[in-house]
């Protein structure tokens, strides 16, 4: 059963990763069209030496995309297929559509929003070069703070739910996943290399394509394995 709820995981994150692909190739592309223009612009204007390229930005949007994409979908679905087929029964009495669905809005949230209020979102021509391997570490710290401290807060409201009502235990570890998240947040480092004069529209716009993006990615892969998933248990009753 596990083995079939996998790969339906990893077909759905595919599927997933394609509309994604195609959502940011309309709307985060040209945004980051003209933040290389901006940032040609700019360094033009310091005489600065002009860059080898080294893959061309057609292959960036098109194959490049697709692929770097696909591969995080695939990924992605695989470990969402996994993480239902364990949780599954186990933490909420509600039917497979619905728990894979509320599996994807608290995956969006700890992964994308969250982590996103401490680092937003920015083109890939905005910021230092000498600092990507920083700005990478501390996003991907962020992430696993958020997933961590919410694992915490389920922990937190199972033990509570005996001596509390379970809206109030809820609440509990709530405040205990923004307590632990706040707390991560104020310890790592301030990141914000957005020049002063950078077009705050197009930034604006950009992010909020990002956000747009993996939004469609996750309620796609909810929608699909939620699906294929209760089609999935029924024929093995």
């Excluded at 929608?223 to 998933?229: D, P, Y």
Aim: aromatic residues 10%; glycine residues 12%; neutral net charge.
């Amino acid at each position: 059963m596990t083995g079939k709820l996998l790969w339906r995981g990893m077909l759905a994150g595919i599927i997933a990763a394609l509309l994604a692909t195609l959502f940011a190739r309309a709307f985060a592309e040209p945004q980051i069209d003209l933040a290389i223009a901006y940032e040609a612009a700019h360094a033009a204007h310091h005489a600065g030496a002009d860059e080898v390229e080294l893959v061309s930005r057609e292959t960036q949007k098109g194959f490049g995309l697709l692929a770097a994409l696909g591969l995080y979908g695939a990924a992605v679905g695989g470990i969402f297929a996994l993480t239902f087929a364990y949780g599954y029964g186990r933490i909420a009495q509600i039917g497979p559509r619905s728990f894979a669905l509320v599996m994807a809005a608290l995956a969006f949230v700890l992964i994308v929003v969250v982590p996103g209020i401490k680092y937003p979102q920015t083109p890939p021509a905005v910021g230092q070069h000498e600092t990507v391997g920083l700005r990478t570490a501390a996003y991907f710290a962020m992430i696993a703070l958020s997933v961590c401290a919410a694992l915490i807060a389920g922990r937190l409201r199972a033990a509570l739910v005996g001596s509390l009502r379970g809206f109030d235990a809820g609440l509990l570890a709530v405040a205990g996943y923004v307590a632990v998240v706040a707390l991560g947040a104020l310890l790592l480092p301030a990141i914000d290399e957005v020049p002063v004069d950078f077009p705050a529209g197009l930034l604006w716009n950009f992010r909020l394509a990002s956000l747009g993006s993996q939004l469609l990615l996750w309620m796609t892969i909810g929608v699909l394995f939620g699906r294929w998933a209760a089609a999935t248990l029924e024929q093995g009753r």
